[in-house]
């Protein structure tokens, strides 16, 4: 369960996952402006446990979940440093050249990751409750209005509903070539920075590789299926 791709659709029969579409990315933009406007203990409070309400009657597994924060961890640490190193705040606590860490430092760092877990694990939960289909219909459907301005909203919807349904192909092709360079020697825990730099790059070179290929074979399949000949889906 913890190499499930993040964001991939899981198949559920709870009343998240029968729910509305529309329904759930207005409810999701909700959450985001409450996170967003958090300030004091109780409206933080009050995110928290909306989201756990959420997280219960979506009946999905923890693991599920919260495999997104397990895969950002260095990311989310490198943001909570960056606040607490370098955000001048009050109650100094230690300090050497540039570097300043002060409790409305911690504060400001704990703030900030602890806004963007939020987010993180709000839009997982809408990810795996939706499937890319619906996903997609809902989003043509807010876009409907822009038609007035001839915006071509059913290519936007076709591009969005693509790259939904490559995110966890290209996530599930990124950990196959990484265990096949691992077993070729790449050594992407290593302590020195070389060599995790040339196995990075002997992981992003055939990942990118991979994804033009994918792109250019389902350029071909829609070809050959006669999309485009029209101007409509």
């Not at 050497?96 to 709000?122: D, E, P, Q, Y």
């Not at 919807?157 to 693509?162: F, G, K, N």
């Not at 196995?199 to 792109?215: D, E, M, N, Q």
């Not at 389902?218 to 070809?223: G, H, K, N, R």
Request: hydrophobic share 50%.
């Amino acid at each position: 369960m913890n190499r499930m791709p993040t964001g991939m659709y899981v198949s559920g029969n709870s009343l998240l996952h029968r729910s509305d579409a529309r329904l759930k990315i207005l409810s999701f933009c909700l959450v985001l402006t409450g996170v967003f406007a958090a300030r004091s203990a109780g409206s933080w409070l009050c995110v928290v446990v909306l989201l756990s309400l959420i997280l219960a009657i979506s009946r999905l597994p923890l693991l599920t979940l919260f495999s997104p924060v397990l895969r950002m961890k260095s990311f989310i640490a490198v943001v909570f440093l960056m606040n607490a190193l370098f955000f001048d705040g009050s109650g100094e606590l230690w300090s050497w050249w540039i570097f300043h860490i002060s409790r409305g430092g911690l504060f400001r760092g704990c703030f900030v990751t602890g806004k963007f877990l939020l987010v993180v694990i709000a839009g997982n939960i809408l990810t795996c409750t939706t499937t890319p289909m619906a996903f997609t219909s809902a989003i043509r459907w807010f876009m409907q209005p822009l038609r007035w301005l001839h915006v071509p909203v059913d290519e936007i919807a076709l591009i969005l509903s693509v790259a939904l349904q490559f995110i966890p192909i290209l996530m599930q092709e990124t950990d196959r070539i990484r265990m096949a360079q691992i077993s070729r020697g790449a050594k992407f825990e290593s302590r020195k920075f070389s060599e995790r730099t040339i196995s990075a790059l002997s992981l992003f070179i055939p990942v990118f590789v991979t994804a033009f290929k994918r792109a250019d074979e389902l350029s071909t399949a829609m070809e050959s299926r006669g999309y485009g000949c029209s101007g409509h889906i």
